[in-house]
Nanobody
Framework: QVQLMESGGGLVQAGGSLLLSCDAS????????MGWYRQAPGKSRELVAT???????SFGDSVKGRIAISRDDARNTVNLQINKLKPDDTAVYYC????????????????WGQGTQVTDSS
């Protein structure tokens, strides 16, 4: 089974930085994209950032200009850093992965982590 394990999060202060990591484990043949989404109370889940195999990136409008995302394919890990935190960054952050899980199954499957809470403490 494929699992995504998130770490980081917790209480953060406005103006500070946040670092989240996600480790993918299990039967994975090839990861296509890894990234993060978030869901604030009363709102829909939204894109934070994703990074693809060729290092192409996508960013949500609310975090553009203050975010960095990177991946380590040797470790099946994706890291996210958000700078200049705002109260609106308070949300549950979910790791997301799209991958091919077998050499003879060309389909791409989508996986989600359990989510990690990030809360503005100011």
């Amino acid at each position: 089974q494929v699992q995504l394990m998130e770490s980081g999060g917790g209480l953060v202060q406005a103006g500070g930085s946040l670092l989240l990591s996600c480790d993918a484990s299990g039967s994975i043949f090839s990861i296509k994209t890894m990234g993060w989404y978030r869901q604030a109370p009363g709102k829909s889940r939204e894109l934070v950032a994703t990074i693809s195999t060729d290092s192409g990136t996508s960013f949500g409008d609310s975090v553009k200009g203050r975010i960095a995302i990177s991946r380590d394919d040797a470790r099946n890990t994706v890291n996210l850093q958000i700078n200049k935190l705002k109260p609106d960054d308070t949300a549950v952050y979910y790791c997301n992965m799209r991958a091919q899980i077998s050499w003879n199954d060309k389909r791409e499957y989508t996986y989600w982590g359990q989510g990690t809470q990030v809360t503005d403490s100011s």
